[in-house]
């Protein structure tokens, strides 16, 4: 079967950035799984898996604009003691998710001020070239009230050193 609208997919993955630094990969017991068509990937990486089936392999480089965007200074903000979790040590590197978003918007912390916190709100990828190589583990029918029932893995992140 080929990966088609609404297909489940399931697929082993290595994602690296330029210079091959490897930023996030699939362990055998949890391979990246999604249902294809519903908006959970990256476009350009979709139409790149668009009827590939089973065994194959596909690398896809995806500038920023494809990917995570492009990095935006503008995200990058002061949050005062009072706007911060309160009870929370704050440190440098910790990720903060604003209420009520469940894991969709994060802000990540990179320096602590006088009044309280830098904050930055880019994707940690933000104006990166990332490379996604892809073996295709199985490809299964779906349908439409098939959707939200797929066991989804998360990506597991690597931290960059900057």
């Given at each position: 079967m080929q990966i088609q609208a609404l297909s489940e997919v399931s697929a082993a993955y290595t994602l690296t950035e330029e210079g091959g630094q490897s930023i996030a990969t699939?362990?055998?017991?949890s391979p990246l799984r999604y249902v294809h068509g519903s908006g959970e990937m990256l476009p350009a990486l979709e139409q790149a898996l668009l009827g590939k089936r089973v065994g194959e392999r596909v690398t896809v480089t995806l500038a920023p604009e494809q990917a995570y965007g492009p990095y935006r200074p503008e995200l990058v903000f002061e949050a005062v003691h009072d706007n911060l979790p309160p009870g929370q040590a704050i440190k440098v590197g910790m990720t903060l998710t604003p209420g009520?978003?469940?894991?969709?918007?994060?802000?990540?912390?990179?320096?602590?001020?006088?009044?309280?916190?830098?904050?930055d709100?880019?994707?940690p990828l933000a104006g990166k070239t990332v490379t996604w190589q892809l073996e295709i583990l199985s490809v299964k029918p779906g349908s439409a009230t098939d959707h939200g029932n797929i066991d989804h893995q998360p990506i597991r992140w690597v931290e960059l050193d900057d």
């Amino acid at each position: 079967m080929q990966i088609q609208a609404l297909s489940e997919v399931s697929a082993a993955y290595t994602l690296t950035e330029e210079g091959g630094q490897s930023i996030a990969t699939s362990s055998a017991g949890s391979p990246l799984r999604y249902v294809h068509g519903s908006g959970e990937m990256l476009p350009a990486l979709e139409q790149a898996l668009l009827g590939k089936r089973v065994g194959e392999r596909v690398t896809v480089t995806l500038a920023p604009e494809q990917a995570y965007g492009p990095y935006r200074p503008e995200l990058v903000f002061e949050a005062v003691h009072d706007n911060l979790p309160p009870g929370q040590a704050i440190k440098v590197g910790m990720t903060l998710t604003p209420g009520g978003q469940r894991g969709r918007f994060s802000l990540k912390v990179v320096a602590l001020t006088d009044n309280g916190a830098m904050l930055d709100g880019n994707h940690p990828l933000a104006g990166k070239t990332v490379t996604w190589q892809l073996e295709i583990l199985s490809v299964k029918p779906g349908s439409a009230t098939d959707h939200g029932n797929i066991d989804h893995q998360p990506i597991r992140w690597v931290e960059l050193d900057d």
